[in-house]
């Protein structure tokens, strides 16, 4: 069946550093990939989006690589800030090009000052 | 853009009530989606539409559950009767196909439904 795994414990790090969430994957060919951010008591938020045939993607502090064949994206932040806590959320189409993306249940992030 | 706009922000209901919760998306967006989230199960697909037409309602929990697109500005979701179990956030979220480089999907600031 098709999953979507990203770490369920919580990132702890401190203020300057870069974090690092995983977005695995088992059983989806997708076309893309979008990271969201979700703040407590709020929707999810639209990040980045990559695409199957791009390996990196920057904006701003924020990187995401997607490995098809590690079936897997990585997301950065750097020199993050307390301001960066937040869930996040990767997100796959469910079939190659399609416009319904199926979610991940997301990684908390935790920037300690 | 206002982005997506739901309501209620909140609303607390007795087991057995029909709960409505409504959506305007954002202006010009093609697709509608109304997902629910829990701890336990995350983010969730419950329906989507597109051109206000559903097009798959395999998310939807129960026959309890139902939504509407009457026009391209409004949407709703209903349970009726509510049980504990639906107690969740509900997220109305909405996009534009026209992007070549996949769907950005826009949530609203969902509806936090408590059923006692």
């Known amino acids: 069946s098709q999953k979507i795994e990203q770490n369920s414990e919580a990132l702890n790090i401190q203020e300057g550093k870069t974090a690092t969430l995983t977005c695995n994957y088992t059983n989806y060919s997708p076309a893309y990939l979008q990271w969201y951010r979700q703040d407590p008591g709020r929707g999810p938020v639209f990040l980045l989006l990559i695409r199957e045939n791009e390996k990196e993607k920057r904006k701003e502090r924020l990187k995401v690589t997607f490995d098809t064949t590690l079936k897997q994206s990585l997301f950065h932040i750097t020199a993050s800030q307390p301001a960066d806590s937040a869930t996040y959320l990767c997100a796959l189409d469910s079939t190659g090009g399609s416009y319904i993306p199926t979610f991940g249940r997301g990684t908390s992030l935790i920037v300690h000052p | 853009d206002a982005g997506v706009i739901q309501s209620p922000r909140h609303e607390v209901t007795e087991m057995g009530q029909e709960v409505t919760l409504r959506c305007k998306p954002i202006s010009g967006h093609d697709y509608l989606f109304w997902y629910r989230q829990t701890m336990m199960r995350g983010l969730e697909l419950l329906i989507y539409?597109?051109?206000?037409?559903?097009?798959?309602d395999s998310g939807m929990p129960e026959d309890r559950f139902s939504a509407k697109m009457p026009n391209a500005s409004f949407s709703t979701l209903k349970i009726q009767p509510s049980e504990p179990r639906d107690s969740a956030v509900y997220f109305c979220?909405?996009?534009?196909?026209?992007?070549?480089?996949?769907?950005?999907?826009?949530f609203g600031e969902g509806s936090w439904l408590t059923v006692v």
């Open positions: 979220a909405s996009s534009f196909s026209g992007r070549t480089s996949g769907n950005t999907i826009y």
């Open positions: 539409f597109n051109n206000n037409v559903p097009i798959d």
